[in-house]
């Protein structure tokens, strides 16, 4: 067992694309922890979707052993993802660390994500190893990136490190900068258990697998352990560490980062932030985790009624493994039995609803994200609102509350004033513009988060030609004037197809909708009426015409009594279509609700 004061426990933090997994690669390689004939590219990342997108999903932690001034070093690293929709996993990875090796991208320089990772890390009090990537890149500016080190995060430009993770140039430098500038952990192996739940997966030979963090104490196998949140008491059949793949030990001590097997069957016995201490309770818990905020709901519904079971089977076991995503059944008169899902933002969902095709090959309808209103009512009542089709009727409604996000655009100076148009075209307040170098500048706005979601990312990339980036935090529900919008389909309100927008977009809203809806739904053999109406007032409609048969056509003469005749028979057998026939509503209907109106 390593002493305390020779282990290393650190992140590796950086902004999406700069080189976070082939840093951690390099590392694993330099340390002898993983053989060249099992060297794979992003080793860390074994989910598929992860390696198809090139992106971190899922938190990893890896053991590394490393020579360093005549002695061994445990060096525990916790791999985070870089997307602002799993700055949960990274808050959970940052609370076992001590230390951070902050990543910056020789080229695009910092970035959103690089601020808002790094704002992070201070706060859990970790000590910054700051390293600009991609140094061997043509037209790498690196004097340039660390100037804007300096001005945004007040880092000292004598500590920041330069490294290649593809060429492995410079990762020694920092294996000996984690030693020499990252404290050891204070834990003290003599005192009473405490270890941290930071993570967890489910295997379904060995059922929950549990991540921990020792602060204080020893752990071994056959030990009894308690989980103090559930007052769960177990045995210790496996533990070990991930050097990446699980190798198993006899004990854990202070300061280690591991796993451990108690046979447990379900995830959901286990909470991420608990306290493992021994039976006794003798240890203290320790200060857990904020639970995971859901931003953006949406609903997923078969399209194949038959496959609502498969559909529930398949979104429980995404649940297990993924404590951020959650689920409850619904219904729409239109698409049938489905699931409302909650997920942390827009990512998150399309990851979500990718791994359900790809793992469970379901053909699935999904109806447009929104998000969590609060509803004071007049008869007392606060409301929480996830569906648009909960939002009562106006008259009961005290005051209307939307979520509204802090969020920071890093930008060139150049492209300054397309992003404040943009911001201001969506109502944004302006918060402060920060020059970050005499290129850069960090712009930063609130805005609702309703107006975030769904495309500011692709009309930001847009407006900046592709070189802007933006991270936004939640900071609160503020009253607003909104309504529910409604679209009738033959006089039918159809819940899946119903907003909440602002008072003063909803007529153009109401009517930019109608008029994709018309393009999007086919056209049947009785006339649709399409509406969009604010309560029981229409603000806008269009009609999708019938397609006609010429009955006529054998008709090549004669009367015209004939063919009148025919006529009437034909207006009798639509107005009798028009009663009973079902209108279709393909799946591209159901996102035109996302159409701003914007021209």
């Known amino acids: ?51 198809q997108r090139g992106i971190t999903i899922k938190a990893r932690a890896v053991a590394m052993y490393h020579d360093h001034g005549g002695s061994t070093y445990e060096l525990n690293l916790i791999d985070t993802p870089g997307h602002v929709d799993f700055q949960y996993e990274v808050s959970r990875s940052l609370t076992c660390c001590e230390g951070a090796v902050l990543l910056v991208d020789a080229f695009q320089g910092v970035e959103a994500q690089t601020v808002a990772n790094a704002y992070a890390a201070m706060e859990h009090e970790l000590t910054i190893v700051p390293v600009i990537n991609k140094i061997d890149l043509t037209h790498a500016r690196p004097d340039e990136v660390k100037l804007e080190m300096v001005q945004s995060l007040a880092i000292d430009p004598d500590e920041v490190l330069g490294c290649s993770a593809k060429t492995g140039e410079g990762c020694e430098t920092i294996l000996d900068a984690i030693i020499t500038r990252i404290p050891p952990p204070k834990g003290d192996p003599q005192a009473p258990l405490q270890a941290m739940v930071f993570d967890s997966h489910y295997d379904e030979f060995r059922g929950a697998i549990t991540y921990i963090r020792l602060m204080n104490g020893t752990i071994s196998k056959g030990q009894r352990i308690k989980f103090l949140q ?6 210790v059949l496996e533990l070990g560490q991930f050097r990446p793949g699980r190798i198993a030990r006899d004990m854990l001590s202070a300061g280690q980062v591991g796993y451990l097997i108690c046979g447990i069957k379900s995830l959901s016995h286990v909470h991420i ?25 949406c609903g997923l519904y078969p399209s194949d009624g038959q496959d609502f079971e498969e559909l529930r089977d398949a979104l429980a076991r995404l649940a297990i493994n993924d404590p951020s995503f959650e689920f409850e059944p619904e219904t729409s008169d239109a698409l049938g039995f489905g699931f409302r899902c909650g997920f942390l933002g827009l990512l998150h969902m399309e990851i979500i609803q990718q791994r359900l095709e790809q793992e469970a090959d379901i053909d699935l309808v999904q109806t447009a994200p929104n998000v969590t209103y609060e509803i004071d009512t007049k008869d007392g009542r606060t409301l929480e609102i996830h569906t648009p089709t909960r939002v009562p009727d106006m008259g009961q409604i005290e005051e209307f509350r939307q979520p509204i996000v802090r969020i920071n655009f890093v930008l060139p100076t150049e492209y300054i004033g397309p992003v404040m148009k943009l911001c201001t075209d969506r109502h944004g307040i302006y918060v402060r ?132 005749k025919l006529w009437a028979k034909q207006k009798e057998g639509k107005k009798r279509m028009k009663s009973i026939g079902q209108v279709d509503i393909p799946q591209k209907a159901f996102l035109a609700v996302l159409e701003t109106g914007e021209k």
């Open 433 to 564: 513009t920060e020059y970050l170098s005499p290129t850069r500048a960090m712009l930063v706005y609130d805005l609702a988060l309703a107006d975030v979601i769904y495309d500011m990312h692709d009309k930001l990339k847009s407006a900046t030609r592709g070189y802007g980036t933006m991270d936004y935090e939640l900071i609160g529900h503020f009253p607003a004037d909104l309504v529910r919008l409604d679209i009738l389909i033959k006089g039918e309100r159809v819940d899946a197809l119903s907003i909440v927008c602002d008072r003063r977009e909803a007529d153009s809203r109401g009517r930019a909708i109608i008029k994709k809806l018309r393009k999007t739904i086919d056209r049947h053999l009785f006339e649709i009426p399409l509406q969009a109406a604010i309560g029981s007032r229409i603000i806008a409609r269009e009609t999708i015409s019938a397609m006609r048969k010429n009955v006529t056509a054998k008709c090549y003469g004669g009367d015209i009594t004939r063919k009148r």
């Open 273 to 297: 932030g608990d306290t493992i201490s021994s039976p006794q309770g003798t240890g203290r818990p320790l200060p857990g985790y904020k639970k995971p905020k859901r931003m953006v709901f």
């Open 230 to 235: 559930t007052n769960t008491t177990y045995e």
């Open 1 to 51: 067992m390593p002493a305390p004061e020779f282990i290393r426990n650190f992140s590796i933090i950086a902004h999406i694309d700069h080189g976070k997994s082939t840093l951690a690669d390099r590392l694993m390689e330099r340390t002898g922890t993983v053989s060249l004939r099992e060297m794979k590219a992003q080793l860390l990342d074994d989910m598929d979707l992860e390696r």
